[in-house]
């Protein structure tokens, strides 16, 4: 029932206008080739700029292209979680700089155990994010309450912070958080468990769908089990060539595949899609709406906590830019760029991975290349165009408009 929901747009041509080749290249958006779009652009992308600049593809660019996108690919991580309910959050980068301000605060400046420190701003995070839920249930537009809630942080960081508006944690515990780096054995070891993981997710897969006629082993397990481990072993290899694996990498992998095990392999997951597609059927079928929203936003205010504290370690402090400038429209660029739909219903959580790396693989080559930051925002905005204008070709389910919303 929950993909059915979450696919009808796309099975279904409006008033009888889309050819069958039309309806077939809309259906192939809508479900398995939702990503093909996205990952040739990103090979494009980094053709253009490895083009003009090999060093582009140099061990020490990747590993700082990788470290670059953590913060946002966890904050499209918790978006994602709230585009599938088909709801929209505005304030999660500013509550990131918030919660990263209060564990700095609680960690380098009142001596807190780091790990209690980190509990605490992670809280605040889920409590901020709970009061936004509460009002949106309650019927106001998540938009406007997410907005205002952006405001409201940027009030409280200025509160939190301390008079000099900005707290070091160079030196500190804290630090280490980005600074630590896994040795290149334990990085393999760990990158091997999650190849059997995916190889035995795959075969579970082939056996349920064995009975119905739904592939061969080879296709089913073997092809992408090869192709994983080859994406899987040779990122570690790259990645831990210098100091070994960086532990903001794997915090982020590990976010992604406990996201990905949520909405793959449990009810509440079958849920998010079922709302996300359409919230009346839901309603008949016995889902609990507002309980599926208000968990997706806490699952958000969890993220954004935990990308904040990042981002702080990575910038061995916090201050009163902090969530501030591009941050908030990468996240939301990243999610819908790779591929969750702006609509509800559609989308994995590893969009938020390939978009986080549209968008940081744009910005760090412009970076590398010495360009303008009108350049970057410049692609920025052109690609975010691009894949919104794709969402609302899958989500209708034509390539054209109809004639009456031409009207």
């Not at 990131?96 to 980190?118: K, N």
């Not at 449990?266 to 889902?287: D, E, I, W």
């Not at 201050?319 to 941050?327: F, H, I, K, R, T």
Request: charged fraction near 10%; hydrophobic fraction near 55%.
């Amino acid at each position: 029932m929950t993909q059915a929901i979450a696919t009808e747009p796309a099975a279904t041509a409006p008033d009888g206008v889309s050819t069958p080749l039309r309806a077939r290249i809309v259906e192939g958006l809508a479900g398995p080739y939702r990503s093909v779009p996205v990952l040739i652009a990103l090979g494009i992308i980094w053709i253009v700029f490895y083009a003009d600049n090999h060093a582009y593809f140099s061990v020490a660019n990747i590993t700082n292209l990788a470290l670059q996108i953590v913060t946002t690919a966890i904050l499209a991580l918790g978006l994602v979680f709230v585009l599938l309910v088909g709801e929209i959050d505005l304030s999660v980068a500013a509550l990131s700089g918030v919660c990263a301000t209060i564990a700095a605060r609680l960690a380098v400046s009142s001596g807190l155990p780091l790990g209690l420190a980190i509990v605490v701003a992670i809280a605040v995070g889920i409590a901020i994010a709970l009061i936004e839920s509460l009002i949106i249930v309650f019927g106001v537009p998540s938009l406007i309450v997410t907005l205002g809630g952006m405001v409201i942080l940027q009030g409280l960081l200025l509160n939190v912070l301390p008079p000099a508006f900005s707290v070091s944690v160079g030196g500190t515990s804290f630090a280490k958080i980005a600074g630590t780096h896994l040795a290149v054995g334990v990085s393999f070891a760990l990158a091997a468990v999650g190849w059997v993981g995916y190889v035995i997710a795959r075969w579970r897969r082939f056996t349920t769908r064995r009975s119905t006629g739904g592939g061969a082993v080879l296709t089913v397990v073997g092809i992408p089990a090869v192709l994983a481990a080859i994406v899987v072993f040779g990122v570690v290899a790259i990645l831990s060539h210098d100091r070994g694996l960086p532990l903001p990498v794997v915090i982020l992998v590990v976010l992604l595949i406990i996201g990905s095990y949520i909405t793959t392999q449990t009810r509440y997951g079958a849920h998010l899609y079922a709302v996300g597609g359409s919230r009346q059927a839901a309603q008949r079928a016995g889902v609990p709406v507002n309980r599926m929203i208000i968990y997706s936003f806490l699952i958000l205010g969890f993220c954004g906590a935990i990308a904040g504290i990042v981002e702080a370690s990575r910038l061995l402090g916090v201050s009163a830019s902090s969530g501030a400038g591009p941050l908030m429209l990468n996240a939301i660029a990243a999610a819908v760029v790779g591929g969750t739909s702006l609509f509800g219903g559609r989308g994995t959580v590893w969009a938020a991975l390939i978009g986080a790396l549209i968008i940081g693989s744009i910005n760090n080559g412009v970076q590398l290349l010495g360009l303008s930051t009108q350049v970057q925002d410049y692609a920025t905005g052109f690609v975010l165009i691009i894949a919104v204008g794709i969402d609302v070709v899958v989500t209708r389910g034509s390539l054209w408009p109809s004639r009456q919303s031409r009207r």
